[in-house]
């Protein structure tokens, strides 16, 4: 530390007596003390300030490793440009079993799920009621034919009494047009037989189609009604339609 300003004075006290000396210490030592204290707490708020500093900065950034570079050959070969589309599934074939005729489920052939030929038998309606009815269409039938056979004998008797006078025009007239709705009566018989033979095979449901059969829609024993009942449903997959929903955008490209 620097004291020159007072180097004149301490010069001047050099004689001074040891009793005056110690009265004199006293007036320098604490302008140096002071001075001295506060280089030293300056020093000192310096190197806090700095540890501090040093201490709040922040450690600079891991290296980060070069990156992967993969390198391939180029290859050359026609490229199709290709549209994929979501699309539907259905049978080419789909046939609803609806009964033909009124009765009651006696039968079912054939397992859900299962594939079926074409004319195989799938369901029984009860059959009795039905033969019956054919029974009664046949006896109609020998009745009018045997109608036709007296309504032709009698029209042979009659012409050559007509011929002779003995009947007139009127009798032969009557007796024509008896043959006639005997005639009529037996085309009506067999007509009836017709249909009492269809109504017969309506008892067995056969398969339209050939197909994969779902399940069954009545259970035996209940009652099914013409053309109202839905049995089952065939699907033919064989082949199979695909349908899809296309963009007019996309149309443009195919």
Do not use: W
Not at 4 to 32: C, F, G, Y
Not at 226 to 246: C, D, K, R
């Amino acid at each position: 530390f620097s004291f020159a300003p007072r180097a004149p004075k301490l010069r001047e006290k050099v004689m001074l007596t040891a009793n005056e000396q110690t009265k004199a210490i006293p007036r320098i030592l604490p302008s140096s003390i002071l001075g001295l204290s506060g280089r030293v707490a300056g020093f000192l708020g310096v190197t806090l300030m700095s540890n501090f500093l040093g201490c709040t900065s922040q450690a600079p950034p891991p290296k980060m490793p070069d990156p992967k570079v993969f390198v391939a050959n180029p290859i050359e070969k026609e490229f199709v440009e290709k549209l994929e589309f979501t699309g539907n599934l259905r049978a080419t074939e789909t046939v609803q079993l609806r009964a033909r005729v009124s009765g009651y489920l006696e039968k079912i052939h054939f397992k859900d799920g299962d594939d079926v030929k074409k004319d195989q038998l799938l369901f029984t309606i009860e059959q009795e009621p039905f033969e019956v009815a054919l029974a009664l269409a046949k006896a109609a039938h020998e009745k009018a034919e045997a109608n036709l056979k007296l309504a032709k004998a009698e029209m042979d008797r009659t012409e050559p009494l007509v011929a002779r006078g003995a009947l007139s025009a009127q009798e032969r007239d009557l007796k024509s047009a008896d043959m006639a709705l005997a005639t009529a009566d037996v085309n009506s018989a067999l007509a009836s037989i017709r249909q009492a033979e269809l109504n017969l095979s309506y008892t067995e449901v056969r398969a339209p189609i050939s197909g994969r059969i779902g399940r069954h829609l009545v259970d035996e024993g209940n009652l099914v009604e013409s053309q109202m009942t839905n049995l089952t449903t065939i699907e033919n997959f064989s082949p199979i339609f695909a349908y899809f929903g296309v963009s007019e955008s996309d149309m443009q490209l195919i």
